[in-house]
């Protein structure tokens, strides 16, 4: 036996106003009752414009248009309803994807968590054996031990920025607001991504202000950004190249430029380069998430990120970020 499971519309509206903050249904029908201003006009018009007279309603005439105007009456109730039985349906349809989602990128974050961690502690035991912590190895034991701690680096990023976009998508993610100054968490990032420049043997230019530059922000979100955007710059910049860091005091804005003499990003791409597990070739590594994380935590920080590109001339990423996000709209 099939039992019918009985729908509460009152409770699914009121939770479709809460996630939409308004209610669309209103909106429904104060639209649908300004469209039918327009006919009612029309009859109108035609009624007192051209005969001035009421006398048009009696005998044949008038039965006509009675029938006519309960027609309309009966067709716009009719319209009414099916239009707003179906806009019903799929705002109810968006809500319950909108949940799924949500339970999917919670789902996501939980299995990410639970291998990064024996990640991290299998990379410090193989740390360990290439420190010579638990005796002496030979140099082919060496290499193969660094490439299985490459590899774990690997899944280990991985796992950590699919931990993050997760976390966003579930809507988890809070900052943790200081004051700090730009110019040290931009040195640090430079100073860590040194090792990467020297391998390629990549000139690093950086511009910045003096006085230096306050800003209230989440400190490890910010790095993350910047280090996402100059290891960005690093991985798409061919051997002997040029890397430029500015960064620009803008009143109540904090203005840093990433510039690289690499390949550039084709046309077609500029739109899509922010987008998940979006590479501008598919021969470059990584996991397509970084700009797209980076993308997410500046707009979390009310501000703004775009590039602007040439092929074979190179790219720059511009982020303009609010000095203090008390009292700051987003842009």
């Known amino acids: 036996m099939r039992i019918k499971r009985k729908e509460h519309p ?9 996630e939409l903050r308004e209610d669309p249904l209103h909106k429904f029908n104060i639209a649908f009752a300004l469209m039918s201003i327009i006919p009612m006009l029309g009859f109108m018009y035609i009624l007192v414009g051209h005969l001035f007279s009421f006398k048009i309603l009696e005998g044949n005439v008038g039965l006509i248009i009675f029938v006519v105007i309960l027609v309309s009456l009966l067709g716009f109730l009719v319209g009414h309803a099916l239009i707003k039985s179906l806009l019903r349906r799929v705002i109810n ?21 639970e291998i990064k961690n024996p990640l991290a502690t299998l990379r410090l035991s193989i740390t360990n054996i290439l420190d010579g912590l638990v005796g002496a190895i030979t140099d082919y034991q060496g290499e193969i031990l660094k490439r299985c701690k490459d590899l774990c680096d690997r899944l ?8 993050d976009i997760s976390k966003i998508e579930a809507g988890k993610v809070e900052l943790k607001r200081s004051q700090f100054e730009v110019n040290k968490l931009v040195d640090t990032e430079m100073n860590v991504c040194e090792p990467a420049f020297k391998k390629k043997h990549l000139e690093l230019m950086t511009n910045r202000p003096f006085p230096r530059i306050n800003i209230w922000a989440d400190h490890d979100k910010l790095s993350q950004v910047i280090f996402n955007l100059i290891d960005n710059a690093i991985k798409y910049t061919p051997e002997k190249g040029k890397v430029l860091v500015n960064l620009i005091d803008e009143d109540r804005y904090a203005r840093v430029e990433v510039c690289d003499t690499g390949e550039g990003i084709p046309p077609d791409k500029i739109d899509k380069i922010f987008d998940k597990f979006e590479r501008v070739t598919s021969q470059q590594g990584g996991t397509g998430l970084g700009l797209a994380i980076t993308k997410d935590f500046i707009e979390l920080h009310r501000g703004r990120i775009w590039v602007e590109s040439k092929l074979n001339e190179g790219s720059k990423f511009i982020v303009i970020l609010p000095k203090d996000l008390r009292g700051t709209r987003r842009f």
């Open 156 to 163: 280990i990023r991985f796992a950590t920025d699919t931990l």
């Open 93 to 113: 349809y968006m809500m319950k994807l909108q949940q799924n989602d949500k339970q999917k990128s919670i789902f996501v974050a939980n299995v990410s968590h």
């Open 10 to 18: 009152d409770l699914e509206l009121k939770q479709i106003v809460e």
